[in-house]
């Protein structure tokens, strides 16, 4: 191995590094102002519950990032299901990944423009930082999702764990660094964003008979249950294990360890 390569390998572990730790200060700092303001938290509660019995009204959350309500069944309303394949190899985000081909490439993603207001930095945004899991099928076959979703111009070097992104144009708020399934929301601001916004980055159509090149009836499986309702609004929260299945046999749901820091 050249000394080239040796040192873009160890760049790229610095970064997936630094990114680990900045999200562990993150968590340090949400855990520190829970404490601090629990006890504010505690008589806004109160008061909220003194009015709401005075006034007889209701409050409900709307605005923009707001999370969309989910529609969950239990997995048995899906009947027998095929069992899932054997993982794959460890990838560099120490996440498995699929022995398979990708769903679509990446030939068609956005190129800089602006997607569902979502902006294309030079920088990854690290204000507001977390991580998914979304997993394919396709008429029961296992499909990837690939690396470079959601950075133009991506370049990306082979590891011993496989290949992972070196660089790039620019990075959108939602954007995949490997071929794991993984996808990273970093964002300069906490919104809520959804799997309808990683696919129109990924430049690729999901509804609910179609997930990219794909028809027929989209299954979605999300956190071991059944998502009822269009794909597109199953929201990308923290650490969300996403499911989606075009056609028959269906597959049981795959589950992921998530790596430390990630």
């Not at 605005?63 to 069944?73: D, F, I, Q, Y």
């Not at 989209?218 to 990308?236: M, S």
Request: contains cysteine; positive net charge; aromatic residues 6%.
């Amino acid at each position: 191995m050249s000394k080239g390569s040796r040192n873009r390998q160890q760049q790229a572990r610095e970064k997936i590094a630094q990114a680990r730790a900045a999200e562990a200060r993150r968590k340090r700092r949400q855990r520190w102002l829970a404490a601090a303001g629990g006890a504010v938290i505690v008589v806004a509660v109160a008061v909220g519950i003194t009015i709401a019995a005075t006034s007889g009204g209701s409050s409900t959350s709307t605005g923009t990032g707001s999370t969309p309500s989910l529609k969950l069944a239990a997995l048995s309303t899906l009947g027998t299901l095929k069992p899932a394949p054997p993982s794959g190899s460890t990838g560099p985000e120490g996440v498995p990944v699929p022995s398979a081909p990708p769903l679509a490439g990446t030939a068609t993603k956005a190129s800089g423009q602006k997607v569902d207001g979502i902006s294309c930095d030079t920088s990854e945004q690290t204000l507001f930082h977390i991580h998914a899991h979304l997993t394919l099928f396709v008429n029961g076959s296992p499909r990837q999702v690939p690396l470079g979703i959601g950075i133009p111009g991506v370049t990306s070097q082979n590891g011993p764990q496989g290949a992972f992104t070196s660089g790039g144009k620019c990075f959108y708020w939602l954007h995949t660094h490997s071929a794991d399934g993984v996808v990273h929301i970093e964002s300069p601001v906490h919104r809520t964003y959804t799997l309808g916004n990683f696919f129109d980055e990924w430049g690729q159509p999901l509804g609910p008979n179609q997930a990219g090149p794909a028809h027929g009836h989209v299954t979605a499986i999300y956190n071991g249950q059944v998502y009822q309702g269009n794909p597109r609004n199953i929201p990308l929260n923290a650490h969300a294990q996403i499911q989606l299945e075009v056609g028959s046999p269906l597959v049981g749901p795959e589950s992921i360890t998530w790596p430390s820091g990630v």
